[in-house]
């Protein structure tokens, strides 16, 4: 390896990890209103119309095209928003780095596992279309907007907003057992943007140099290879292949012959 490529080994995860702590610093507080203050079933959509002033979201009241972003970069570099900028996504990784297993496997049936995330976006758009995505009454004003207000919205909310909060905190604390598990089966933005992912103008990818030695799936947080589903972009392969066969950039027909 090249001093150049060791170069880039070291700094760009580094670079990821600092991108990925200002997000959360930028986007963590509504990650967090999303999942326990957000009075609406299906969080992240209704902020124009969210009672919780000091949610963050009310942003969207005002600018509404800021939901424009993540779909936009979705078209240009696939889901490099799960691995660069996803707060929610920060926070699996490190739960993954104390996971039971890792999961990095090359197998076709690991594609049913997505089902998973199949299933979050359809409930997710049952319940907005169907339901209109009803308000539950929580507390508004706590005396805190952390522990005393997640214990109290719990307690006095609807039962099925309480279940909601329970079973998506189990799904993300299961990355304590399977590393990154929300974000590789069950998450309903992740699965979305694996759909755009398949068409995206830039993106991690793999030349026909590759002999398929896994040096970049063992190195893996999302336990996948380039240009492959869970890729996101990340970059933490660039520099790992032996046969330099992992390139970034708009993959051409070339790239596909030996």
Same mark, same amino acid.
């Given at each position: 390896?090249?001093?150049?490529?060791?170069?880039?080994?070291?700094?760009?995860?580094?670079?990821?990890?600092? /991108?990925? !702590?200002?997000?959360?610093?930028?986007?963590?507080?509504?990650?967090?209103?999303?999942?326990?203050?957000?009075?609406?079933? %299906?969080?992240? /959509?209704?902020?124009?119309?969210?009672?919780?002033?000091? &949610?963050?979201?009310?942003?969207?009241?005002?600018?509404?095209?800021?939901?424009?972003?993540?779909?936009?970069?979705?078209?240009? !570099?696939?889901?490099?928003?799960?691995?660069?900028?996803?707060?929610?996504?920060?926070?699996?990784?490190?739960?993954?780095?104390?996971?039971?297993?890792?999961?990095?496997?090359?197998? #076709?049936?690991?594609? !049913?596992?997505?089902?998973?995330?199949?299933?979050?976006?359809?409930?997710?758009?049952? %319940?907005?279309?169907?339901?209109?995505?009803?308000?539950?009454?929580?507390?508004?004003?706590?005396?805190?907007?952390?522990?005393?207000? %997640?214990?109290?919205?719990?307690?006095?909310?609807?039962?099925?907003?309480?279940?909601?909060?329970?079973? /998506?905190?189990?799904?993300?604390?299961?990355?304590?057992?399977?590393?990154?598990?929300?974000?590789?089966?069950? &998450?309903?933005?992740?699965?979305?943007?694996? !759909?755009?992912?398949?068409?995206?103008?830039?993106? /991690?990818?793999?030349?026909?140099?590759?002999?398929?030695?896994?040096?970049?799936?063992?190195?893996?947080?999302?336990?996948?290879?380039?240009?492959?589903?869970?890729?996101?972009?990340?970059?933490?392969?660039?520099? %790992?292949?032996?046969?330099?066969?992992?390139?970034?950039?708009?993959?051409? #027909?070339?790239?596909?012959?030996?």
């Amino acid at each position: 390896m090249s001093n150049n490529a060791k170069t880039k080994e070291f700094y760009l995860p580094k670079l990821r990890r600092l /991108v990925q !702590l200002v997000f959360l610093a930028v986007m963590g507080k509504w990650i967090y209103y999303g999942i326990f203050r957000c009075p609406f079933i %299906v969080p992240f /959509v209704n902020c124009e119309r969210c009672p919780v002033i000091t &949610c963050w979201g009310r942003i969207t009241a005002y600018f509404f095209g800021f939901w424009l972003f993540i779909p936009l970069l979705a078209v240009f !570099l696939g889901r490099a928003f799960c691995g660069w900028l996803c707060p929610s996504g920060f926070v699996n990784q490190l739960l993954g780095k104390l996971a039971v297993t890792k999961l990095k496997v090359r197998n #076709k049936y690991m594609r !049913l596992a997505q089902i998973g995330m199949v299933l979050t976006v359809l409930i997710g758009l049952w %319940v907005y279309f169907a339901y209109d995505n009803p308000r539950v009454m929580i507390p508004i004003r706590t005396s805190d907007e952390y522990f005393n207000a %997640v214990i109290m919205s719990v307690r006095f909310s609807d039962w099925y907003w309480a279940v909601r909060t329970v079973i /998506v905190v189990s799904l993300i604390a299961a990355s304590l057992i399977i590393a990154n598990f929300w974000c590789r089966f069950v &998450c309903p933005v992740g699965g979305a943007m694996e !759909l755009v992912r398949k068409i995206s103008l830039f993106r /991690v990818y793999k030349t026909a140099a590759c002999d398929n030695c896994d040096a970049c799936l063992r190195k893996c947080e999302m336990g996948t290879r380039p240009d492959e589903m869970n890729c996101t972009n990340c970059g933490d392969c660039l520099n %790992v292949c032996h046969a330099d066969a992992i390139k970034f950039g708009r993959k051409g #027909k070339n790239d596909d012959r030996q």
